[in-house]
């Protein structure tokens, strides 16, 4: 839920049309609100934010949710975890 800062609820369709217009106006792309969950997700676990943080902070239930439809792994993530094993496996650093 959105609200206003006296607790109110707002809208969420006056949200999104606001949220639109302030990405139009900075001369960013326009996003669905919701693509931001995804987003967030995903820079933190690239970040190396602890998935069962992600967790939480999106409001899941359980872990399974938030890895399977949330986060996107890239070529970095990937290229990351490789270093980071070889790392451990050879004695060096990551």
Same mark, same amino acid.
């Given at each position: 839920?959105?609200? !206003?800062?006296?607790?109110?609820?707002?809208?969420?369709?006056? /949200?999104?049309?606001? /949220?639109?217009?302030?990405?139009?106006?900075?001369? =960013?792309?326009?996003?669905? =609100?919701?693509?931001? !969950?995804?987003?967030?997700?995903?820079?933190?676990? !690239?970040?190396?934010?602890?998935?069962?943080?992600?967790?939480? !902070?999106?409001?899941?239930?359980?872990?399974?949710?938030?890895?399977?439809?949330?986060?996107?792994?890239?070529?970095?993530?990937? *290229?990351?975890? *490789?270093?980071?094993?070889?790392?451990?496996?050879?004695?060096?650093?990551?």
């Amino acid at each position: 839920m959105v609200c !206003r800062v006296d607790g109110t609820p707002l809208h969420l369709k006056l /949200f999104s049309d606001w /949220f639109t217009k302030q990405a139009r106006r900075a001369g =960013l792309p326009v996003i669905r =609100l919701h693509d931001l !969950r995804h987003t967030h997700a995903t820079l933190a676990l !690239r970040a190396g934010v602890h998935p069962r943080i992600v967790q939480e !902070r999106l409001g899941h239930a359980n872990i399974s949710i938030t890895l399977d439809t949330y986060s996107h792994v890239d070529l970095d993530m990937q *290229a990351a975890a *490789a270093a980071q094993i070889a790392a451990l496996v050879t004695g060096g650093q990551a």
